[in-house]
């Protein structure tokens, strides 16, 4: 389907009460949307990592009691899943929509990404444009903005990465419910397509693509 952009109600689904409704408002509101996302920016970030991208949209699957404060598509070169791999997500939480580079705790390779970017930490912190953010924890909506961000500050994220079984990197970009809305499909897709252009040089550098 073609992507209609995101409307104030497809935000408020995160206020309905109980799993059921809440699950059953996701699935009729915003997972066609996010497979709308989904089949766009495939193609686009197949074609910018040089790597076939397959679209996973969030499940919920496991959850039997408390329903998702969040729900987003995610984009990695491997058909059957992508938690275990480096990836790219779009989503949204009740407050504002994410797009992001992603490195979760699931990743076997975790260890070795984080001592792959501590050895860039200076042009990373230089590349990275200064209104992104930085998260250490995909089900926390907090993040940390760039700009505010030292390169010790970086490096230590990149060794915790290394070091900590459960530690998590996502790095990216926040828009508010607000905006997310005034900017309609266009102005949405245009974002998220700078975005994801600013954010793969840190995916080849956690894939080690030259």
């Not at 689904?13 to 996010?34: H, S």
């Not at 791999?85 to 989503?91: A, E, K, R």
């Not at 266009?186 to 994801?196: A, K, P, S, T, Y």
Request: proline share 5%; with cysteine.
């Amino acid at each position: 389907m073609e992507f209609i952009g995101f409307t104030n109600e497809d935000f408020e689904v995160f206020l309905i009460d109980g799993l059921e409704p809440r699950m059953e408002a996701l699935k009729d509101r915003i997972r066609p949307k996010l497979e709308g996302l989904g089949s766009y920016f495939a193609p686009t970030l197949s074609a910018i990592t040089g790597e076939e991208m397959f679209v996973h949209v969030a499940k919920h699957a496991r959850r039997t009691i408390n329903p998702p404060k969040d729900t987003w598509v995610a984009f990695a070169n491997n058909k059957r899943g992508y938690k275990m791999l480096p990836h790219f997500q779009i989503g949204l939480w009740n407050t504002h929509l994410f797009i992001w580079f992603a490195v979760i705790y699931e990743a076997p390779q975790k260890s070795e990404i984080g001592k792959r970017f501590s050895k860039k930490t200076a042009k990373i912190h230089k590349e990275i444009p200064k209104d992104f953010v930085w998260s250490i924890d995909h089900t926390k909506p907090e993040t940390i903005l760039h700009q505010q961000m030292a390169k010790d500050d970086l490096k230590k994220m990149f060794e915790r990465l290394s070091t900590i079984k459960k530690a998590e990197l996502l790095c990216g970009y926040t828009i508010d419910r607000e905006q997310v809305i005034q900017l309609g499909s266009e102005g949405l897709v245009e974002q998220i397509n700078d975005v994801f252009q600013k954010v793969v040089p840190l995916y080849k550098l956690a894939m080690g693509i030259k």
